[in-house]
């Protein structure tokens, strides 16, 4: 390391040696009197930020230096009387060389991402389009109930059944139409077989994942945002059964005035299911194969740049991250969230500023005033938990209400509460009963 920073420095001081014989000959001055015009604090300068400076090109870093230094035009001929040649911008660039050090390759299969439950395609509509959750759910009930083109919209699977492989085909069949007319008919001309990526009979509960039906789609009686939504499920449909992408991991390392530098890039082999996402995924960290540096040799180094920047604290939520934060802490269930969300809206406790979501002086008037256990989100999910046990008779709804309790230190009215004799206050059985009830899910 201690040869490199030498190496470095050589390098550092050739420059600012090459840029005063640069201004001197520019401005026909001699050096001593270019070095004399410049001063102390500005080579300092120079030599300090030789590696960017050089990066730029030389006939403007010289101006500017002129320019702050006020460096008057002499009349001294630099050529006639020293016969000296000044290096131009090009000969100083390839002072600074590249050396590759280390060159690895890697193949990767990439399989498309996982079917849409309703939250899924919430969020990603979301953020795609700008749509709420409660207007996807629309949509998405309009293409089940009215067009019957889509399965049942308002389920928290991504996974399908193993008897519903046999009507795979099918289903490619009545999509076979649009931009997926290509795609469609390269699959039904192979065999399609269940995988453990798209077929799960134990991570299907009431409802399987969001897909074609064999019902064939016309296009035309389809809405604008209704076209949306079918394009992002077809399109995902088909990608799970495509062949994967398949791609060479490229990791560099070379060294530059003994600085150790890395990069990645990845060079496409086979584009599988992304030839169905071609626009999205194209990226512009792919390299072609002729371009790939080898191991132990040099190459000029084009440009040097640095660039600040500094760190944001996290977004505020939009709609679709919220409903994804909701699904992750177990707030609401699937066919619940969007309807949540659209309450708080409506009743004034949160408000939208353009995709951003705020909380309203009401809102913030409301979480002053409850108390602090109500506030945790894991309280609620705990609670959704139980009465999802309950409804599928997995826990008795007797027992769970000796384990809903008034907050310690609150006292409701005492023919309201029976003492339970452990320091809180019990729930009465028919406050419970009516809070199942409204859940939907009392015996």
Request: charged share 30%; proline share 3%.
């Amino acid at each position: 390391m201690e040869n490199g920073r030498e190496a470095r420095k050589d390098n550092d001081l050739f420059f600012t040696c090459a840029l005063i014989d640069y201004i001197a000959r520019k401005t026909k001055n001699t050096r001593a009197d270019v070095v004399n015009a410049l001063g102390k604090k500005r080579l300092d300068k120079i030599y300090d930020l030789a590696d960017i400076y050089h990066s730029d090109n030389i006939d403007r870093v010289s101006e500017d230096f002129i320019e702050e230094a006020q460096i008057k035009k002499g009349n001294f001929d630099n050529v006639g009387e020293c016969q000296y040649a000044i290096p131009t911008h090009w000969d100083i660039g390839k002072v600074y060389k590249r050396l590759i050090k280390q060159v690895s390759k890697k193949e990767k299969k990439n399989y498309a991402l996982e079917l849409y439950d309703l939250t899924t395609l919430q969020k990603e509509a979301s953020k795609r389009y700008g749509f709420s959750p409660k207007q996807t759910l629309n949509i998405m009930q309009s293409l089940y109930e009215h067009h019957k083109v889509l399965t049942y919209p308002r389920t928290d699977s991504r996974y399908l059944t193993n008897d519903m492989t046999d009507t795979l085909k099918d289903r490619i069949k009545a999509c076979q139409n649009g931009s997926y007319k290509k795609a469609a008919a390269t699959l039904l001309r192979k065999e399609i077989k269940a995988s453990s990526r798209f077929i799960n009979d134990k991570k299907v509960s009431d409802h399987h994942a969001i897909i074609p039906t064999e019902q064939y789609a016309s296009l035309t009686s389809f809405s604008s945002d209704e076209r949306k939504i079918y394009d992002m499920v077809v399109a995902r449909f088909l990608a799970i059964l495509s062949a994967p992408a398949i791609s060479e991991q490229l990791s560099v390392k070379a060294s530059i005035n003994g600085e150790l530098f890395r990069a990645k890039a990845e060079n496409i082999k086979q584009l599988g299911w992304r030839e169905l996402y071609e626009e999205e995924t194209q990226t512009k960290d792919t390299i072609k194969a002729g371009n790939i540096p080898v191991k132990g040799k040099e190459y000029p180094v084009g440009t040097i740049s640095m660039t600040e920047g500094t760190t944001n604290p996290p977004g505020r939520y939009t709609e679709g991250t919220l409903i994804d934060q909701m699904d992750k802490k177990g707030l609401g269930t699937v066919a619940t969230r969007a309807d949540i969300i659209d309450k708080l809206f409506n009743s004034y406790l949160l408000e939208k500023k353009g995709n951003e979501i705020h909380i309203t002086s009401k809102g913030k008037q409301l979480l002053e005033l409850v108390p602090e256990d109500l506030k945790k989100a894991e309280l609620t999910a705990d609670w959704e938990k139980k009465l999802t046990a309950i409804s599928k008779g997995k826990q008795n709804d007797q027992k769970d209400q000796n384990r809903v309790y008034a907050r310690p230190g609150q006292r409701q009215r005492r023919d309201d509460l029976q003492a339970d004799g452990r320091g809180h206050e019990r729930v009465p059985s028919e406050y419970v009963t009516r809070l199942l009830r409204r859940a939907g899910r009392a015996h």
